[in-house]
């Protein structure tokens, strides 16, 4: 998945230690990010490359290596760099640089969101301890967005539950997917995001693995969940175009090798429904 990065170290821990030359430097303009792509390479600029810049923000190192995002008016593109939208660049390598972008991104997304204090309207100001963004005025305190939500891989013996989104980009399959409601536990958004999406019953949820999706600004939540009862589908029209139970055997092999998603449609073609590694809720 994505933030497999090993051996590479991802160091999220707040700092304001000062940038160095060797750093690298996160852009983003109206165009995407600043970047350089060498055949299925991503390559970001270090801060050496850039001209002179004060407003930096250091966000997370990799490696003992900085990332710093660039605030302000954008720069120029140095030499064999360009801006190109984010989103045609998950496909790339190496996975510890587009690890680095998305969550750099996420964190460029929530900066720019709270600009101003959505409680008086003050300008908010850079946390000097922890990340978070403080108001001058009046003390509001707001830290970085991270929506909760799941996957639930239901299945029935040898049969796993696949779904296609109605009106998105993506055409791949996928699992029934949802954010998590307030007031809810992360189990009772499992059953409830299924009734929903496909009109089926679950029990037996076992937990395989969480993932941060960092494009999403959502901490994922992984279960397999077994069908309870009738296998017979209510698609929720709105929200999804197909849902189709597939035999192991015919389970589709082109989910993304980045996603949780993609990595428990594959545990499941090559190994079934998991063995309890938790308590079964």
Same mark, same amino acid.
């Given at each position: 998945?994505?933030?497999?990065?090993?051996?590479?170290?991802?160091?999220?821990?707040?700092?304001?230690?000062?940038?160095?030359?060797?750093?690298?430097?996160?852009?983003?303009?109206?165009?995407?990010?600043?970047?350089?792509?060498?055949?299925?390479?991503?390559?970001?600029?270090?801060?050496?490359? #850039?001209?002179?810049?004060?407003?930096?923000?250091?966000?997370?190192?990799?490696?003992?290596?900085?990332?710093?995002?660039?605030?302000?008016?954008?720069?120029?593109?140095?030499?064999?760099?360009?801006?190109?939208?984010?989103?045609?660049?998950?496909?790339?390598?190496?996975?510890?640089?587009?690890?680095?972008?998305?969550?750099?991104?996420? #964190?460029?997304?929530?900066?720019?969101?709270?600009?101003?204090?959505?409680?008086?309207?003050?300008?908010?100001?850079?946390?000097?301890?922890?990340?978070? #963004?403080?108001?001058?005025?009046?003390?509001?305190?707001?830290?970085?967005?991270?929506?909760?939500?799941?996957?639930?891989?239901?299945?029935?013996?040898?049969? #796993?539950?696949?779904?296609?989104?109605?009106?998105?980009?993506?055409?791949?399959?996928?699992?029934?997917?949802?954010?998590?409601?307030?007031?809810?536990?992360?189990?009772?958004?499992?059953?409830?995001?299924?009734?929903?999406?496909?009109?089926?019953?679950?029990?037996?949820?076992?937990?395989?693995?969480?993932?941060?999706?960092?494009?999403?600004?959502?901490?994922?939540?992984?279960?397999?969940?077994?069908?309870?009862?009738?296998?017979?589908?209510?698609?929720?029209?709105?929200?999804?175009?197909?849902?189709?139970?597939?035999?192991?055997?015919?389970?589709?092999?082109?989910?993304?090798?980045?996603?949780?998603?993609?990595?428990?449609?594959?545990?499941?073609?090559?190994?079934?429904?998991?063995?309890?590694?938790?308590?079964?809720?």
């Amino acid at each position: 998945m994505i933030q497999d990065i090993a051996p590479h170290i991802y160091e999220n821990q707040f700092s304001t230690a000062a940038p160095t030359s060797e750093d690298f430097c996160l852009v983003f303009g109206q165009d995407g990010l600043l970047c350089r792509v060498e055949q299925d390479h991503l390559v970001l600029p270090r801060l050496e490359a #850039l001209p002179p810049h004060s407003a930096l923000t250091r966000l997370f190192s990799v490696d003992h290596r900085g990332f710093f995002l660039w605030e302000g008016d954008i720069p120029t593109p140095p030499a064999g760099f360009s801006y190109r939208p984010t989103k045609p660049l998950r496909d790339l390598t190496p996975n510890e640089t587009l690890f680095a972008l998305g969550a750099g991104e996420s #964190l460029w997304r929530w900066y720019q969101a709270n600009r101003f204090c959505g409680h008086c309207g003050g300008k908010m100001t850079q946390g000097t301890t922890e990340r978070s #963004l403080v108001c001058p005025a009046c003390g509001q305190v707001v830290y970085p967005k991270i929506c909760p939500g799941v996957i639930a891989a239901v299945y029935d013996g040898d049969r #796993l539950l696949l779904t296609r989104y109605q009106g998105r980009a993506f055409t791949r399959y996928a699992l029934v997917a949802g954010f998590n409601e307030i007031g809810e536990s992360i189990e009772d958004t499992v059953r409830r995001e299924v009734m929903e999406e496909v009109g089926l019953r679950v029990k037996n949820l076992q937990f395989y693995k969480s993932q941060p999706w960092v494009f999403t600004d959502t901490l994922l939540m992984g279960f397999f969940a077994q069908l309870d009862g009738s296998d017979h589908i209510t698609l929720q029209e709105d929200e999804l175009s197909e849902a189709v139970w597939f035999s192991r055997a015919a389970l589709p092999t082109d989910h993304s090798a980045i996603s949780l998603t993609g990595e428990m449609i594959e545990y499941f073609r090559l190994h079934g429904a998991p063995q309890a590694k938790v308590n079964i809720l």
